[in-house]
Nanobody, 124 residues
Framework: QVQLVESGGGLVQAGGSLRLSCAAS????????MAWFRQAPGREREAVAT????????YYASSMKGRFTISRDNAKNTAYLQMNSLKPEDTALYYC?????????????????WGQGTQVTVSS
């Protein structure tokens, strides 16, 4: 059973930065496609960024391009999301997700495993 545990969320002022981490256990992390999603109150869960098993392919939602960077360290079974130039509209619960298929996809249905989420709050 794959388990994903997110960390690194918190309260930050607009323009600030946060680095989220997703630690995986119970599976073959190096073969999984990984992703970050977020969900704000009253809104649907949306893809933030995804990364292939090797890290060679990535996808970013348009509003995150240039501000967020997804990466992974297969030796540490951990995926990361570096978030810079944060805006109040980035406030949401951020989820890590993993897919047994090693590619990338912005669809939530592509991912079978989910963490519990870490809250990111950006104040204006």
């Amino acid at each position: 059973q794959v388990q994903l545990v997110e960390s690194g969320g918190g309260l930050v002022q607009a323009g600030g930065s946060l680095r989220l981490s997703c630690a995986a256990s119970g599976g073959t992390f190096s073969s999984y496609g990984m992703a970050w999603f977020r969900q704000a109150p009253g809104r649907e869960r949306e893809a933030v960024a995804t990364i292939s098993w090797s890290g060679g392919n990535t996808y970013y939602a348009s509003s995150m391009k240039g501000r967020f960077t997804i990466s992974r360290d297969n030796a540490k079974n951990t995926a990361y999301l570096q978030m810079n130039s944060l805006k109040p509209e980035d406030t949401a619960l951020y989820y890590c997700a993993a897919s047994r298929v090693g590619g990338i996809s912005p669809s939530r249905h592509f991912y079978a495993y989910w963490g519990q989420g870490t809250q990111v709050t950006v104040s204006s």
